[in-house]
């Protein structure tokens, strides 16, 4: 009986529009998908939209505030000055970076693996620690203020080397990618043609790696022009468009003109995006059927000069790392240079000390659990299913927009909607539900394009030989594709947590009285005066997205070496 009514329920579902059970939880995973996209981002830009045209009472006033805007020099300063950071940052990085990664790929040097570890330290760390290890350095009490030439590191110098501390590792990943797509083939042609050096460089090795090279660019010049913990911390009274947003909306409660600064601010970050996307649609492959994989030759003096190159940019990543270390462990700065443990035990101070930093714990396992879950099964949905190709479009658009929304402009979109009296949704405003939700769409695209690339690797009769056999979709998916995949969504996991725990302007102005986080305690610490406590919770931060990165390491080869025997030959 019980069978013969589960048939007719069947039939009913399939009967109606035509669609099967299985095709009707497809739908509903993708209009859930969808409805998270809507919720996260796409609501909540139109209502800042809405926000910036309207005047204190809700009214709408058109292109007053942007006319206001313009016509007052302070702020229109920003625009320029960002730029001008952003370029300067962008140039420095691409270039040092280019260098790096030529030593990496194309170099026999000495100590490779060391030196990829070193770099990827300032990526575990907030973007607050180079700026406080800035003002130890060449601040007015710096131990070597005195290579700045009287200049102040408050200002264009501090922000520029604070951004190029933290965004090189970006940009080493891209450019040692890039390089290491290379045909050897066409070196040996050019050695057997007894071309120079210098031509084989400018005719073969530049242009294989120009998409690399404009796709590096974009991202650097968008992290930089985006970027809040630097010039927030070590900034002065040198504006950007980022540290207005905060003025605006935290200092002089002016709603209005924060929602004006953000749609500026999101203008070039949605049209680097656009050019980067561009550049990556215009590249073809390096690498042919018959493509062999260059390998450099020793020489010994190229080597070395590249190993002291690679080693002293590392060394300037340990010495920025040890000053914070260090400033955290001493009594007084640079008065009473006593090692002391005091400064970690954050009582009474301005930055709600360990219970931040537990609170950051939470909302970064939280967005490491929910999130990866999410997105890999949604990029499952958007690529390995075949129904509603209209809906997995729109759901793939939206997946990838998030990389162009800058992290400010995202966190006080959220107050606008979040925070409406009229939206149902109000509750979720000052908890860590929407910490979550936030630092989860903040991060969203490069764990959704992770996992299409990951996705895009396997073979698609995994899910037509399922089919056949009238096994269910999700059981497919469940013990074949998540399994297969599980390098890509360990990796995702990770770099959700750290990302998390390190992230500090999209969530600046979300957290509440009891959801403060470790990254927004660093600010608030430093605000108040206890630098050395702000040290020791950049600190605290840094050991944390090791110890994560090491267990991470640990768990993955385990895991991998049950799960994956069937990679090894």
């Known amino acids: ?35 998270l996209m809507l919720i996260g981002l796409v609501f909540p830009l139109y209502t800042l939209l809405l926000k910036s045209v309207q005047n204190s009472a809700g009214e709408f006033i058109g292109l007053a505030n942007y006319r206001h805007y313009f016509s007052t020099p302070s702020l229109v300063n920003s625009i320029a000055n960002s730029f001008f950071i952003a370029i300067m940052t962008m140039c420095l990085v691409v270039v040092l970076a280019f260098f790096c990664a030529y030593g990496i790929t194309r170099t026999c040097m000495p100590g490779k693996k060391v030196f990829k570890v070193l770099t990827l330290l300032p990526i575990l760390a907030p973007s607050l620690l180079p700026a406080i290890s800035l003002v130890y350095i060449f601040g007015n009490q710096g131990y070597l203020k005195g290579l700045l030439g009287g200049e102040s590191v408050y200002g264009p110098i501090g922000i520029v080397i604070g951004m190029c501390f933290w965004i090189f590792p970006h940009a080493l990943m891209i450019l040692v990618t890039a390089l290491s797509n290379s045909d050897a083939r066409l070196y040996e042609a050019a050695r057997s043609l007894k071309t120079p050096a210098w031509r084989t460089f400018l005719t073969v090795t530049l242009p294989g790696i120009r998409y690399g090279l404009m796709s590096c660019a974009f991202v650097v010049f968008t992290l930089a022009i985006t970027d809040f913990g630097v010039p927030k911390i070590i900034g002065g009274q040198y504006n950007l468009l980022a540290t207005d947003i905060y003025k605006q909306v935290v200092g002089q409660q002016n709603f209005q003109m924060g929602a004006v600064v953000s749609m500026i ?15 990556q649609r215009k590249q073809t492959s390096q690498l042919s059927a018959r493509a062999v994989p260059y390998q450099p030759s020793p020489s010994p003096v190229r080597d070395w000069v590249f190993a002291v190159l690679c080693f002293s940019v590392a060394g300037i990543i340990l ?83 998030p990389m162009a929304v800058p992290g400010m402009v995202l966190g006080l979109a959220y107050i606008f909607f979040f925070n409406h009296p009229n939206n149902p949704l109000n509750i979720l405003y000052g908890t860590l539900a929407i910490l979550i939700l936030n630092t989860l769409v903040h991060f969203y695209t490069v764990c959704h394009l992770t996992s ?24 497919t998916y469940l013990r074949v594709t998540l399994p297969t995949s599980l390098p890509a969504v360990l990796d995702i996991s990770v770099y959700l947590f750290v990302n998390a725990m390190t992230t500090v302007s999209a969530v600046i102005f979300l957290y509440g009285p009891d959801t403060r986080l470790a990254s927004v305690a660093v600010l608030h610490l430093d605000e108040a005066g206890y630098f050395a406590s702000a040290a020791a919770m950049s600190v605290l931060i840094l050991l944390t997205s090791i110890v994560v990165k090491i267990l991470h390491a640990m768990c993955t080869h385990l895991i991998l070496k049950r799960s994956q025997i069937w990679r090894q030959r």
């Open 452 to 475: 299409m690339t990951a996705l895009k690797q396997l073979d698609p009769e995994f899910e037509a030989v399922g089919a056949s056999l009238k096994v269910p979709f999700w059981r």
């Open 265 to 279: 601010l999101l203008l070039p970050a949605v049209l680097t995006f656009i050019a980067d996307r561009w550049v």
């Open 1 to 35: 009986m019980v069978t013969s009514m589960t048939t007719l329920t069947t039939a009913r579902m399939t009967g109606l529009f035509g669609f099967n059970q299985e095709a009707w939880i497809k739908l509903g995973l993708m209009l859930l998908a969808l409805a």
């Open 319 to 401: 010495l920025m790392i040890g000053t914070a270390v260090y400033a955290s462990l001493i009594q007084f700065w640079p008065y009473n240079l006593t090692y002391t443990l005091r400064h970690y035990q954050f009582d009474g101070l301005g930055g709600s000390g360990w219970e931040s930093w537990f609170n950051s714990l939470k909302m970064a396992s939280g967005v490491a659990v929910i999130g990866t879950l999410v997105i890999f099964t949604v990029a499952w949905m958007v690529e390995k299913t075949k129904e509603f190709s209209l809906l997995r479009q729109w759901v793939h658009l939206f997946a990838i927009l």
